[in-house]
């Protein structure tokens, strides 16, 4: 089992800053990239940014240029730094772990962190 813990929402003003940091533990061994998703109100979870064991990133065409994704590999840790943050960054964040078994994923998530950008 991976344990996910998220810290670092808050609320912020427009054009403001943020990080985002999750913490894995258990049987992190495995795991072979991890995320960050995001979640509004009325509207389904939308990926973020991913970033895998090897270093490679991807990034939501919304976030481009503003978010960054980073890794700590010895402390099992991955973070997201939000700049310019807009209103419409508003939602929970959510850590997100994959585990491959083979060749089936096991999706592991946190409990999630509240993000709000007031204008």
């Known amino acids: 089992q991976v344990q996910l813990v998220e810290s670092g929402g808050g609320l912020v003003q427009a054009g403001g800053s943020l990080r985002l940091s999750c913490a894995a533990s258990g049987s992190v061994f495995r795991i072979n990239a991890m995320g960050w998703y995001r979640q509004a109100p009325g509207k389904q979870r939308e990926l973020v940014a991913t970033?895998?064991?090897?270093?490679?990133?991807n990034y939501a065409d919304s976030v481009k240029g503003r978010f960054t994704i980073s890794r700590d590999n010895p402390n099992n840790t991955v973070y997201l730094q939000m700049n310019t943050l807009k209103p419409e960054d508003t939602a929970v964040y959510y850590c997100n772990a994959r585990r491959m078994k083979f060749l089936t994923p096991e999706d592991y998530w946190g409990q999630g962190t509240q993000v709000t950008v007031s204008s």
């Open positions: 970033i895998t064991s090897g270093g490679s990133t």
